[in-house]
Structure formats: C-alpha cells, structure tokens
C-alpha cells in the first residue's frame, strides 16, 4: 500500500528578511489583515502538532498544495523549508506546488522566489517545456505519477483569483495522455478547487471550464486542491463520463471549530483503489486522530 498525505494552506508567519518596500501595496493590506485575523484563526503550533503525527503515520510522500506563506516573504517560506526539513521525509517524497498567497505580489513571481526556495520539492521526472513552462511537472513514485500544476498567479488586486492558463493546461493535457504515464495512478495537485464550492469570482478558479475540458479529454485519476480551508469532495467527468474524484483539503493551522479545525489528508492507494482518511487535531489532547475514513475509488 502506499499513503499519499495531503497537506495545504497552512500559512506559515515569519517575518525574518521582511524589507520596508514589502509594506507597500497589496502586501500593506495583506499585513494589517494578518495581525488583526489571521495570526488568531490560524495558529503555528498546531503545524508543530500536524508535523509530530506526520511523523508518526509516516506517510510515502508529501504533497503540499500552496498559500505556505501569507504576503509571499521570504522569512515566511524559511519557516515553511524548517518545518519540511524536520517531518521526516526526503527531499523527493514530498512535492509542493504554490497558492495565491504564495503570488501575491508581481515581483515575487518574475524572480520565481517561490520556485528557487522549494526547487528540491519540485523536480521532474518528465523534462520540463524549454520554453518557459515550468508547471506542470511530474514526479513518479512507485505506482503514482504527481503532477505539480500552478494556479498562482500575482492577481494585482486584492482577489485570491487563480488562473491556470492555456500554454500550461496544454502541457497539462499533453503530460495526462503520454504513455509514461499510461500505467501510473495520475494525481493531479492544483491550489485552487476546480470545482465551485463557495462563491466568489474574486477567489475561485477563472479557468475552470477549461480545466474540466482538459480532464474530460485526458482523464486522471485523483485531483487534490486546497484553498477554501474546508474538507471538499466532488467530481470531474473524465473520458467516457468516468468520474474523476476532486478532494479538497482543510487547512493545517486553522484554530477554530472542529469541522475545520488543523487537518490534513491521507490517501491510501492500492492497486486502483483509493481510501481517503482525514485527520483533525484535537484541542483537549493536541494529538490528531482519524475522523473520517471511505473509500474514494
Ligand atoms: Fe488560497
């Protein structure tokens, strides 16, 4: 069997190598949001407790699905690289893609620093396009084939928008339909839900038709997002109508209610079968438990 842990939004603070530019524009709002209702909805210490159960549940590789950060600083993604450094895994059994806190402003994504900071958790095993297309990439692991596709993108408003984009949902559809991964479980890793499950143009998916186009024409075996920070489950159509399971993940600080408490996802893969387990963090123990177990597939 192999265990799949999904993990996203847990929207690490630091504020280490923070410069006086950062507090201009977009980033200024996003700050004062963060002192006045992040840093209470979305505590630290329960990523030190997600990271204590990762470590016991011992999972064969990581998938991490954006918004490490808040405003997209470099301190923050340090703090982001610590903890990973320390949750037991390998380098390449864990593949992390970006959210649209992880783009918040124009200049982060031209430099790529999202990219040149987590590039030992982003490699392929498939070569990349020459021509500028860095996502999507894909990791093969044993039976599964991981493929890292980014919806983040600097929204130059206060929107948490995401957009795939053409040229990368072409690679996307080319990479689902090449015989290297004909006999591979394909997972695809996306930030935000492909799917509309709250509302809100200003923070949903803008290319979402096209997406689903691209699964209907291509197929794929299992798409996991985050963003919404709540447990998310539908389904895409692929080729011949075949259901393709869409699992969206809570986030891995969220300090409130139980329903949408710190979590995170383990998937259970054998052969073609898939068992979706999630695991809360309990407040009077501080130790997660399982609260849901099914079969997906
Ligand atoms: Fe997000």
């Known amino acids: 069997m192999f265990r799949l842990a ?16 950062d507090f201009a524009g977009k980033r200024a709002v996003g700050l004062a949001n963060l002192v006045v209702n992040r840093s209470r909805k979305h505590k630290m210490d329960l990523l030190e407790d997600l990271r204590r159960d990762l470590r016991a549940v011992a999972p064969d590789h990581l998938a991490l699905t954006g918004d490490l950060s808040n405003v997209s600083i470099n301190g923050e993604w340090r703090v982001a690289l610590a903890w990973l450094d320390l949750c037991g895994l390998a380098p390449d059994a864990v593949t992390v893609i970006p959210g649209n806190h992880d783009a918040y402003v124009e200049q982060v994504v031209s430099d790529r620093s999202f990219e040149k900071l987590f590039a030992s958790y982003q490699t392929s095993d498939v070569d990349r396009d020459p021509d500028s297309a860095y996502y999507p990439f894909v990791q093969i692991r044993e039976q599964l084939a991981l493929i890292g596709v980014s919806s983040a993108v600097a929204t130059g408003d206060l929107g948490a928008w995401g957009q795939i984009g053409e040229a990368q949902l072409a690679r996307l559809e080319a990479l689902l339909q090449s015989p290297q991964l004909a006999s591979l479980m394909r997972v695809v890793l ?45 389904e895409l159509a692929g080729p011949g109508g075949k259901p393709i399971p869409i699992v969206g993940g809570g986030s891995a600080s969220y300090a409130g209610g139980l329903d949408r408490r710190a979590r995170y ?33």
Do not use: M
């Open 190 to 234: 996306l930030h935000h839900p492909p799917l509309v499950h709250k509302g809100g143009e200003h923070r949903n998916l803008r290319d979402r038709e096209a997406f689903a186009a691209v699964l209907a024409r291509a197929g794929a075996d299992l798409v996991l997002h985050g963003h919404d920070h709540q447990d998310e489950r539908g």
């Open 6 to 21: 999904h993990v996203t939004d847990p929207h690490f603070r630091g504020f280490r190598e923070i410069r006086p530019l």
């Open 265 to 297: 996802n383990v998937f259970e893969i054998e052969g073609t079968a898939i068992t979706w387990t999630t695991r809360v963090q309990d407040p009077a123990t501080t130790f997660f438990r399982e609260v849901r177990r099914e079969r997906l597939v």
